[in-house]
C-alpha cells in the first residue's frame, strides 16, 4: 500500500501521541517527512515520491520494499528532536551545545536498505 502525505502525517501523528495537532503542527510534520524521504533517498538508488508532497502525484515508497515503516520512525526522530531543541531554548543557556538524538537502530535500518539496493545493483560498484 502506497501511502500519501495526509496518510503519512495522520499515522506520524498516531506515533507521536499527537492525533489533535496539540504539539506538531501540519506543516512541521511535513518537512520531518520531507526530511526522512531525503534520508532514505541517499541509500535508496531509485527516486522516492509521496504523492502530495512536492507535487508528486503518485507514492512509490512500499513497491520493492516496504519502506514507509521506515520513512515513519525517521520522521517522528526528526520530530522530537525538533520538540527537543524547543524546549532546550526554553530552559538551556546555550541551545548550540545540544547534543542530536541518534538512534542506532535507525541507522541499522538505513544501512540495510542500502545493502538491499547495492546487492541488486546491475551497475558497479556491486
Known sequence: MSDNLA????????LLDDR???????????EC?????????????VPLAIAGLDGA??????QEISLSPLLLQLAQQQA????????SESF?????KLMPL??????????????YFLQRS?????
Do not use: K, M
Not at 522530537?80 to 524546549?87: C, I, T
Not at 538551556?92 to 548550540?96: E, F
Not at 541518534?102 to 545493502?115: G, K, P
Open 33 to 45: 517527512l520531507r526530511r526522512a524521504l531525503a534520508q532514505l533517498q541517499r541509500v535508496c538508488p
Open 57 to 62: 502525484l503518485q507514492s512509490n515508497l512500499d
Open 122 to 126: 546491475a551497475n558497479s560498484p556491486y
Open 20 to 30: 489533535d495537532a496539540a504539539i506538531w503542527s501540519g506543516a512541521l510534520l511535513e
Open 102 to 115: 541518534e538512534s542506532a537502530s535507525l541507522q541499522e535500518q538505513l544501512e540495510q536498505v542500502r545493502r
Open 92 to 96: 538551556h543557556p546555550d541551545p548550540h
Open 80 to 87: 522530537l528532536q525538533q520538540r527537543q531543541v524547543q524546549r
Open 7 to 14: 496518510t503519512l502525517t495522520t499515522r506520524l501523528q498516531v
